[in-house]
């Protein structure tokens, strides 16, 4: 079949349903299911194969594509990346993989930082969180690392809460209501606020991450540093973001 246009193909297969077109359509989104699988990958470390987050995300990508409404305006990629999503955190929940001593041990991160944090009056260095909990530096990060795979809750709630109630119209107005500016005024400053808690490096790697889109492995070259020290440092920063967001953690997904 001759190559068409993404908005020709989106056409005939809203009015037809054609499997060949959707065929086309699913080739033609691929790169949306990678960019979403690399995203979450990083919290997963080795737990779990790229190729298998990939291979979820494309149930989740046939989802998107079946219930798409193009007449609707909205855009796709923003639709189908919520959907794919959704459908890899959804596989990931159901492995149940993420044994109860990683459990433990980020219950155990959480409370120690808690406590450190209401006892000094400076950011808590790794140096502390490894002797408040009598072990090495070299093991507290071991650990942080084990447990990144649990940050995933708080793009779970992204998924859950937002849905596609979060997609708006390409052609929705613009204009806000005063209390709606007021309210986005205020998350923004919590986010400015959480930014400005972390290290240099921690907020370079937020930065370069989230703003600029970069990959761990893009950000490790620039910063002269392994991959998985970046992994470190991204994790670091998520959790004392958390304790500051708490339920407004989902505001960097939407950056």
């Given at each position: ?26 080739i033609e989104y691929a790169q949306v299911v990678k960019y979403v699988a690399g995203r979450l990958s990083m ?101 942080q690392d084990q447990t990144k795979a649990l940050k995933l809750t708080s793009l779970e709630d992204y998924v ?63 910063m002269e540093v392994s991959e998985s020290r970046i992994s470190q440092l991204h994790t670091k920063a998520l ?17």
């Amino acid at each position: 079949m001759e190559k068409q246009s993404t908005d020709k193909l989106w056409e005939i297969y809203s009015q037809t349903k054609d499997k060949k077109i959707k065929e086309q359509l699913i080739i033609e989104y691929a790169q949306v299911v990678k960019y979403v699988a690399g995203r979450l990958s990083m919290y997963l470390g080795n737990n779990v194969e790229f190729d298998d987050l990939v291979g979820y995300g494309v149930f989740g990508l046939i989802d998107a594509i079946d219930k798409f409404d193009y007449d609707k305006g909205i855009k796709f990629e923003t639709y189908a990346s919520l959907r794919i999503r959704g459908a890899i955190l959804d596989n990931i929940r159901k492995m149940d993989w993420i044994p109860r001593s990683v459990r433990k041990k980020q219950k155990d991160i959480e409370r120690t930082y808690q406590k450190l944090e209401s006892e000094l009056n400076r950011p808590v260095t790794d140096m502390d969180m490894a002797e408040e909990m009598n072990i090495s530096v070299d093991e507290y990060l071991k650990w942080q690392d084990q447990t990144k795979a649990l940050k995933l809750t708080s793009l779970e709630d992204y998924v859950e809460k937002g849905g596609e109630n979060n997609v708006e119209p390409l052609n929705k107005s613009r204009f806000m209501l005063p209390e709606a500016n007021l309210e986005k005024k205020e998350l923004k400053k919590m986010l400015v606020d959480a930014i400005s808690s972390l290290s240099e490096k921690e907020c370079k790697v937020i930065t370069l991450y989230y703003y600029e889109e970069l990959t761990l492995k893009e950000i490790s070259h620039i910063m002269e540093v392994s991959e998985s020290r970046i992994s470190q440092l991204h994790t670091k920063a998520l959790g004392k973001m958390k304790q500051l967001l708490g339920n407004n953690i989902e505001l960097l997904s939407s950056l």
